[in-house]
């Protein structure tokens, strides 16, 4: 079983929901990333959803698109991110990992050569923004062969019929996007996504994880209610933004504020 | 060309966010279910002609073919177009569509502000809102073009993310869309983006090539020997080519931004000088570093100064039809006066790389041969620049 099947088996036994932290991989600086996911684990992460930045993060609004231009002044590659995943592995073997970025790194490092270093290096999922089922033919496959499960989105905008394809292509969980708009956009109608959820049920059995808008406890709670799995990323990030100098005080803000949803999650 | 998902061979496709999917798959069927209506094409055509001025005239460039002394050199006019380029007739096009799909607002993203202008000036013309992204080097540069949307009624939000230039602004409208996508219609002004984009830019300015080779049967008595026009996303390029490629005995040229020097790094060539990636929502030619990082871009000229291409040309280089070369900033500046001085044209400083390549050209071609020219734009808008490089204050 994958790490990210055995995860919700594991949560689900205990009658909890996944809380599923975002964060731009060497942001504000490379040396800061594995002391963040570790202690993002301490604090209550489920899985750890690691941003590759890339030079033009279309999808994502401005408080990511910030932390990928702080991750990219240090020239954070993807060969640099993988090793940073080798090295939490080194002292986690648990908590699954799952890369979420934009396909073009991804084909410069060739596609086969990504799935299989990948793998090497501890990876169980990955999220290509700008990659939908239709045009994955041929490295979807190869993620699968190497045991990456393929995260894809859901949104607001997508039919039926899309949600059908999704889930075939998909494993691991699926990822609904609760609003349009790019990341770190406002306001969330909890009754919407309940019934967007329960029309995805249709389609899977996959876990179904729900993300962007969410910022505290009290969001994550609501959402917690009707999903498998909270995604946190813009919230977290702004604890970054805070405070760029000083690592210390983001792991602390970020941890605090993912063990406030934790709790909430449990209550 | 394209198959039915958009793909130019390798290149082109669908590469967005799951959001976007159904809109572009909406745009897709709407453009498809209108571009055969007889309606539509009577409507298009009738803007063409009487808001345009189309046809452009093809016009002989006498004293610069003596000049040369090779080549009978052609200028296909479309500065003489309304708003002074090229980008019009695609943005009438995608602004019938809007309005057939419902959409009451626009948006656009712009480089050197003709295709902001151009959609500032359908927006008013059709009574929408409009607003356009433009990168904030460029808001700068191409001061008088902001002026224009702005009196047009558009409003202009200048990028300040990434390079600040057309990229950016790209980036800045595809996250606008995404947000707004049930009112919204975003006007591409280039042969870029996700299918159908590349696919309906480039019919929309066939009309360029369709009456090119019409008029040059007419002047010449034959078809022209080559065609050289300017890339940047390469809309005004495709739209020349289009309707020759099927002509065999005409040798294609797209002339890129070598900036200060393809060897110096500081260019705005992915052709030339590129890699195969994926960006903005189609596979094509980058410029791009060994992690996949886009890199930044060198030109004059703002409308060039973009480091992908539309997908075709990359599937026209790769099948040798097209032959794409690069004219540093220098050579297009000296294309830039020659065609002011020779001829009482101020072209745009990126048709002036078009201009540079043909003077390159022409003198190695017999004087039997032909050459067409695609002026894409009237050179106005670039006098700021041109007086600064010259030290000149106006
Ligand atoms: C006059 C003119 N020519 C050419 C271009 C480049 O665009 P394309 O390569 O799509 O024709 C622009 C873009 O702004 C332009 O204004």
Same mark, same amino acid.
Request: aromatic share 4%.
């Given at each position: 079983m994958s790490r990210i099947a055995a995860c919700f088996q594991a949560l689900q036994a205990q009658g909890k929901t996944a809380l599923i932290p975002y964060v731009t991989a060497?942001?504000?600086?490379?040396?800061i990333t594995v002391p963040l996911m570790h202690q993002m684990v301490e604090a209550g992460a489920s899985i750890i959803e690691l941003g590759v930045p890339?030079?033009?993060?279309? /999808?994502?609004g401005p408080t990511i698109q910030l932390a990928h231009e702080r991750s990219l002044v240090h020239n954070t590659s993807l060969t640099d991110i993988l090793a940073m995943v080798k090295e939490f592995r080194q002292t986690n073997q648990t908590t699954p990992v799952v890369l979420m970025g934009y396909l073009n790194p991804i084909e410069m490092m060739g596609y086969e050569a990504f799935a299989k270093a990948a793998q090497a290096a501890g990876v169980d999922g990955v999220l290509t923004?700008?990659?939908?089922p239709e045009e994955g033919k041929e490295v979807l496959p190869l993620f699968k062969t190497h045991g990456l499960d393929p995260i894809f989105l859901v949104a607001p905008t997508t039919p039926a019929h899309r949600m059908q394809a999704i889930a075939e292509a998909a494993s691991g969980f699926i990822y609904y996007?609760?609003?349009? *708009?790019?990341? *770190?956009?406002n306001t969330l109608d909890t009754a919407e996504v309940a019934a967007r959820l329960k029309q995805m049920r249709e389609y899977t059995q996959l876990p179904l994880g729900v993300g962007f808008g969410i910022k505290d406890a009290a969001t994550a709670k609501a959402v917690g209610q009707v999903a498998d799995a909270v995604v946190v990323g813009s919230a977290l990030i702004k604890q970054v933004e805070a405070t760029p100098d000083d690592h210390t005080a983001i792991i602390k803000n970020i941890s605090g504020l993912l063990a406030s949803m934790r709790s909430a999650l449990d209550a | 060309m394209p198959d039915a998902a958009g793909h130019f061979g390798a290149y082109g496709g669908r590469f967005i966010a799951e959001t976007l999917m159904e809109p572009i798959y909406q745009l897709e069927q709407a453009y498809n279910s209108l571009k055969n209506d007889p309606k539509f094409q009577a409507e298009f055509d009738y803007d063409l002609k009487?808001?345009?001025? +189309?046809?452009?005239p093809l016009y002989f460039a006498e004293r610069l073919t003596r000049e040369l002394g090779g080549a009978k050199i052609f200028l296909? +006019? !479309?500065?003489?177009?309304h708003t002074g380029a090229h980008k019009i007739n695609n943005t009438i096009g995608q602004a019938i569509l809007a309005k057939h799909m419902g959409k009451t607002r626009i948006i656009a993203e712009t480089g050197a502000g003709q295709h902001g202008v151009a959609s500032a000036t359908i927006a008013a013309r059709l009574g929408l809102e409009c607003v356009v992204y433009m990168g904030a080097e460029d808001v700068k540069r191409q001061a008088p073009n902001v002026f224009r949307m702005k009196l047009l009624g558009a409003t202009v939000v200048p990028v300040h993310s990434g390079s600040k230039t057309l990229k950016d602004a790209l980036n800045e409208a595809m996250r606008d869309w995404v947000t707004n996508v049930d009112n919204t219609f975003y006007i591409i002004g280039?042969? /870029?983006?996700?299918?159908p984009y590349p696919a309906m830019v480039r019919d929309f300015q066939s009309v360029i090539g369709r009456e090119a080779r019409q008029q040059i049967l007419e002047q010449d008595g034959r078809l022209p020997d080559a065609l050289v026009a300017c890339v940047g996303g390469g809309s005004n390029a495709i739209g020349l080519f289009h309707p020759f490629?099927?002509? !065999?005995s005409v040798a294609i040229y797209g002339v890129e931004a070598a900036g200060s020097g393809i060897s110096t790094g500081k260019h705005a060539a992915p052709l030339t000088a590129g890699k195969s990636g994926v960006l903005h929502g189609n596979r094509t030619y980058l410029m791009e570093d060994d992690n996949g990082q886009i890199i930044e871009t060198h030109s004059i000229s703002a409308g060039l100064d973009y480091p992908g291409v539309g997908p075709e040309h990359s599937w026209l280089k790769d099948l040798g039809r097209a032959q794409y070369v690069a004219v540093t900033d220098a050579q297009a500046m000296e294309g830039f006066h020659t065609l002011t001085r020779k001829e009482g044209i101020i072209p745009a400083l990126e048709s002036s790389h078009a201009m540079a390549y043909v003077m390159e050209l022409a003198p190695k071609m017999p004087k039997d041969q032909s050459i067409i020219m695609?002026?894409? *734009? +009237?050179g106005d808008k670039d006098i700021n620049t041109i007086a600064r490089l010259e030290g000149i204050t106006l």
């Open positions: 060497g942001d504000p600086h490379p040396s890339f030079s033009d993060p279309m /999808a994502d923004v700008d990659l939908p996007v609760s609003l349009k *708009g790019v990341t *770190g956009a | 009487h808001y345009v001025g +189309r046809p452009s296909k +006019r !479309e500065d003489l177009n280039t042969v /870029a983006g996700p299918h490629l099927a002509d !065999e695609c002026l894409s *734009g +009237r």
